[in-house]
């Protein structure tokens, strides 16, 4: 009997560990793409008259990244899900950024290019936020295929 609760308490040990390495492994593998995806749409976004200030969209790119990281690993309902950068999103950003740096350059304003920038990057994050709080408060988001056959 003895014998049995040690063997079992190994395995569950065991178990144990191998299931934290393959946990470790994936975090990994996760975080070495966020972060090239956040180099590669920071340098999108920061491109043109912004070229001077990627460092500071770099710095902006992974803080968001891994506060929108902790928040979807805090509060959301897929214990699986993965919040990281979009392609389709960074391109709109990019566009966005391009047109207000474009429209400050041609007015002078190249003091305050930086400081525009990040703001209106802010205003827009902040925008969709509270629309999309608003949308789950409301439940006007999808419904899964099951609820449509019903």
Do not use: E
Not at 18 to 45: I, P
Not at 74 to 90: K, N
């Amino acid at each position: 009997m003895a014998q049995d609760l040690r063997a079992g308490g190994r395995a569950l040990t065991v178990g144990f560990f191998h299931a934290l390495l393959r946990n470790t492994v994936a975090g990994a593998v996760c975080v070495t793409v966020s972060l090239a995806f956040s180099l590669s749409y920071a340098a999108l976004v920061f491109s043109g008259p912004l070229t001077p200030f990627l460092a500071y969209g770099l710095a902006a790119t992974f803080i968001s990244t891994a506060l929108g990281g902790l928040v979807m690993a805090w509060r959301s309902s897929l214990p699986f899900a993965l919040a990281a950068p979009d392609a389709s999103t960074s391109a709109v950003v990019a566009a966005l950024v391009a047109a207000l740096a474009g429209r400050l350059v041609a007015g002078g304003a190249t003091d305050n290019l930086l400081a525009a920038t990040l703001t209106a990057l802010s205003l827009g994050v902040a925008l969709t936020g509270l629309v999309l709080c608003g949308l789950g408060i409301v439940r006007a988001g999808p419904r899964s295929a099951s609820c449509l056959t019903r």
